[in-house]
Each structure stands twice: as structure tokens, then as C-alpha cells.
């Protein structure tokens, strides 16, 4: 409904407080929705998926963000496409949301042809004269970051992408993601705006009270604390946990696997961090008992105690463990819906009930992302009564909220909101 009292976006922009959530009418307001689609979905690098979902020549997968739909593909010279689904005469979808198959991309309205790589092969009824160079369907810009498939859909793609590139080659290539396999994937529609997807998944003080399966090898004291609220006995045990920490680092990093922190959450166009996290109890993979789910390791590891890798951007976080990795993408559906779409990646040869186990693979993230979506409802709900009002946010275990919030306020300006 059109309401004609409605302060103007930018209003709203000036009216976010440092420190503090943002006010209503970010997370419910549907002009918002649309900025933010415009924004941080059309303009700057999104994750979209992987390599290793299109292994074969032929292999595809359709992802829709809004209005836009684009293909994901495996050309016939083995290379990655990224398509638009637009057909080049009257605009039909050609595929539908998912994976598939294809030997040629066939529109189904009047059957203009595509080859893989995009080129219109066959234009029936269009005359001998018909010139079919110029009618390939639009290449989509995108960069393969170990394995992760980002696009850009801007015309103007924010070149801080390189930073991450070169901080992540280095550290993704021991995972090898390109020759692992998605051994599960679910997708969860969250009943609440992105952002308070994406605030969730910045903080771990939630963690303890709502994640009970998590919490066995997440070491949530990595995501901050407040060392004032502790008793002596805790502060102690928290002290010992960062003096290991960074011995910890210091010895992986001396075998050569990068694991300080960096981040660029700030003053940037693409937002990431990525730090080598330990895991708690045994020490090997995000899993009920903390021990690896897979035996097959992923790529060239030969470690299960190489921590968990651990990266965020602002559509996606992502987890590289020894034997297994979870990665997941988020796209805003509406104002308040969001799809969360999470994959477990194995080695492509390891062999499910031989290799791994699938509920042991998949149990911990499945709770947490159902226990996160219940949280992020419950959120979107709160947001959405006239009683909310933008709450501080700890400036322990909430740093990485303010700095997305900032950064989304900056980048909104920044596109001219
Ligand atoms: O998956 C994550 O990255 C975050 C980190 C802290 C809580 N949450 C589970
Ligand atoms: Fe695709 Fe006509 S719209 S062939
Ligand atoms: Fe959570």
C-alpha cells in the first residue's frame, strides 16, 4: 500500500544512529527493498554459487536475484559462462530456477538456440539475411575466487574485489573447491529483511542461548565478549583461549596456511572477513562431536586440525574445514523474506555412506540455520511493531554490526540515496 506520509528514504538513512540498529523502515519498508536490490544486489559483487556445481560441459544452474535471472554454465571448452536468461528475441526465460543439464541452451517460446558459450546458433523464420553475431545472450561479469563464483551485474564493477581475490586465493587453495562436490543443499526462506539475516549471522551472542549444536565446536568468544560481564574464574579461561589462539595462528600460519584476520568492512565497496577460527573439543569439523564428518579430506589437506575457515561477505558466509565446508548465499525475496541457501561440499570422490555420513555432515547447520531463521522472524516481527526503536548494539560482541550498518548507510549514499 502507497503511503503517502512515508518520510523519504534518505530521511531514513540520516536518521541511523552509530552504535545503533537501523531504524524501522530499512528492514520493512518496500522502496527499501528495491534500493537495496539496486544497491548491494545489482551493484557491487555478489556470491552466487561454484564451480564445482557445473563440472561437466553442459552442466548449469539458474540463480534468480529480483527481477534478474542469469545462468551459470559449463561451455563446451570446459570453461565457466555466466549468462543473462533473457532470450535475444522477445525476452523469454529460457531456463528455470536450479540446476540442469543442457546440450544447447533452447529457448521453449519459438526455440532460438544458444551454444554454451552464448552465441545464437539458430533463429528459425528469421531469413537468410538475419545477422545472429549481435543476438548472444549478455555475458554476466564474474570472478572465480578459489572456486566461488562472484557476479557483478553493474556495469562498473567495484574493483576492491582484488583484495579479496588475493587474500582468499592463498587461502582457499589447500580446499581445492573446484574439485570438491555439494553433497547436500537446503533452502531455507527466512521471514525477515536481509540485513537482519546478515546482522544475525555477525554475531555469535546469540549463540550460546540458541545454538546448542553449534556451540559444541564454535568457539563463540572469537566473535567478542565483553570481559567486564565475566567472572574471574571465565575471564581466566578467556585469556587462555586467545593466548592459544594465537599460538595457534602463529603455528599454522608457520606451516604455511595464512590465518591472521582481515577484514574490509569499511570505507570499501566489498565487504568481507576472514580469519582461521579454532574448533572447539576435538577440533576438526563443525559436527556434533566435533570430529570430521567426512574421511575423505577436501583437496590437497592433509590436516583435520587446521581449524575452520571461516569467511563473510555481505550476501554469504562460508566455513572451509578439513573434510568439509559449508557455504551459504542470501538473497532478498521481499522486505521481509529471504532465501538462505546452504551447501555441504565434499570431495568429489568421497562416497556417501562409505565416506561420510550425511546426517552427521549436515545436522549441525541444519539446526543452526533453522534456530537463526527462527531468530531472524522474531526480528523482523519486533522491527515491525511501532514500539521498536533503533537498540544499541554491544560494543563487544556486536563490533561487526555497527561496521555493517555503517557500511551499508555509506554505500546507499554513495549510489545516491
Ligand atoms: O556462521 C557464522 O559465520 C556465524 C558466526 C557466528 C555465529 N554464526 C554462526
Ligand atoms: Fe525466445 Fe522467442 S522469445 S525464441
Ligand atoms: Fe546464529
Redesign the pocket.
Known sequence: MLNRFASPLSSLLDARADGHSLPAGLYTRDDVFEADLDVFFMRHWIYVGLECEVPEAGDAVVIDIGKISVILLRDDENEIRVVRNVCRHRGARILDAGPTVVSKLVCPYHQWTYELDGALSYAPHMGKDFDKSCRSLKPVQFKSIGGLIYICLADEAPKDIETLDEVMRERLAPYDLRNAKVAHQVDVIEEGNWKLTMEN?R??YH?SAN?PE?CVS?V?LD?GFDPESLSAEDREQAEAHFAMYAERTKAWEADGFPSATVEQVRDCETNFRTQRLIIAGAGESQTEDATAASSKLLGKMTRKDLGDT?L?GHNS?N?FMGDHAVTAMVIPLSADKTLVRTKWLVHKDAVEGVDYDLHKLTHVWIE?TNQDADLVARSQAGVSDPAYEPGPYSRFSERALDDFATWYIDRMRAHGY
Request: hydrophobic fraction near 35%.
Open positions: 549471522n554475531e555469535c549463540c545454538h553449534l564454535f563463540d566473535f571461516h563473510w558466509w566455513h543452526t
